[in-house]
């Protein structure tokens, strides 16, 4: 197994990382959204553990890590908590919250693409996987806040771009019998790079092209 | 298996009860928001059999029981044919509906944290699937219909917090080897009552703690 | 298994086909809804994909077969390049789209059908799935973009009806035995038939009967 390349415990502990910080952009969404405090928790939980729930679920892991492990269980708790009583603190903070969830997104394509190949699959569906293992929370967060999912919008720095291309390479060092900790950690560290990158600069990812020549620009 | 316990007929007309009276909310909630027939037919369908249907997935309970039993087929779409010609007469006993969802809630909220438990899930977790029964076709009601989901707003009575003590109670109760049709029946009661007082009373949770002071109250 | 009723090459080129076409509508509403280069990917490929997939994970079918066939995944991801240049001349032969999207839908109603009776579940069911198979990928579409589901709305040609006439059609054949390719085949052109003559002739279904004497209307 790949996933025995690395000490558990530090895997472990990253992963447990990706959730906390995940969790904390659910339950801030979920403050803005005037949720009350179960609203915190469920957004909170969701964020943090659904990328992972749907990966599991396609590639037949049930039940998912999400439901075996309590550290899953309680972080995003923990997060929801420290959320509902310092959250204009935490909002205050929210460039830091951007950069752990930076590292999150680069952990988790890394670890979900493994994770996939692991379970059978082939590589690019590994590594479709590994986006959808980083990215897929954030959907969900947004899809129950009934939000346009951040990920999708026009008007929001590119967030699918650096989970694509960490998974990807995670990948290709998987078809090159080259994945080790060291270029496993230089692939989530190129993600999380990325994306911090396109936070600071405002990369966007371009709308269709010839756009405003449409009818529904003017609508 | 703890299922056992209950006598299956008794068991499964309770299950078909609630099945009902969720799926009478589903479609009221279409009527609502003006969808044709088929909408109706579907939200019904959704909000009675979502909940359970999530949770067999994530346990590995495949093909789930709401595609394996009729009666979760043609219980739901009696609810829907009803709805759609009676719905004036419904609104008008929305207050008895409102009772029959608070029972639906509590006989799943157990029914689905024994079937986790059942399928190996630990307690904390199955506890939190018996939630997801509970809750979970709601949410995706609320959801399809493109509505911000009752569950997380806090402008509405709480009804996560009445399945959360039924499932915990449930799980406490096969903890310590108590659980017997009488403790089971007390477990759902409890969330049944509890929700009942919510609405009687207006029960709501909290929001986020100092709200007022934060830049999200001012927008 | 009755999926070898049929040449494998020619269902597989009319399964991509229908992929082709729904990917193009679910790419369209994220050009309509602004959304960037990989949102129209990802609502290309959740149109394309989502139906299937959810039918796949329904019954036991994991890896799905859109993660284990490279032509799910880069079927839509042209659909996805085509739309974002060309979505003008797209637009402009929006009527031809509807067209393939109505071939679609009758041949995934068919074919989801067949494959859930395949896995075992019971007629009913495995029609209730080819309705999910047709149609699911268009609902999840509609969610992601934060819009009420257009199978959903009163206002829109009906959608549901055509893919339960050819689900049910198909589920009857194989009742009595008569399932080979010339009636799918015919399950599938009546279900596509019936759709062209719903937006041809701007057939609705029903909203709730009375709906105007109730308190919702006026709302």
Redesign the interface.
Known sequence: MLTDLFTPSLLHTLDIAGVFVFAISGALL???????????V??AEATATGGG?VRD????A???AA??D?AY?ITPLTAAVL??????EV?RINRAVGVFDAAGLGLFCVVGTTKAYD????L??AA??GVVTAAGGG?LRD???????S????DRE?Y??PAIVGAGMCALLIQFGALNPVTSALSAATAFVLRLCAMRFGW????????S????ERE
Chains 1, 2, 3 share one sequence.
Do not use: C, M
């Open positions: 979920a403050v803005r959204k005037n949720f009350d405090v179960f609203g915190i469920v957004l729930l679920v396609i590639i037949g049930v039940p998912p439901f075996t309590l269980l959320v509902f009583f310092l959250h204009p909002e379970h059978g699959l082939a690019p569906f479709l996987l959907v899809v129950l806040a009934n939000e346009v999912p990920l999708l919008r026009w590119i699918a771009v966007r990812a371009p709308r269709a092209w010839n756009r020549s449409t009818r529904a």
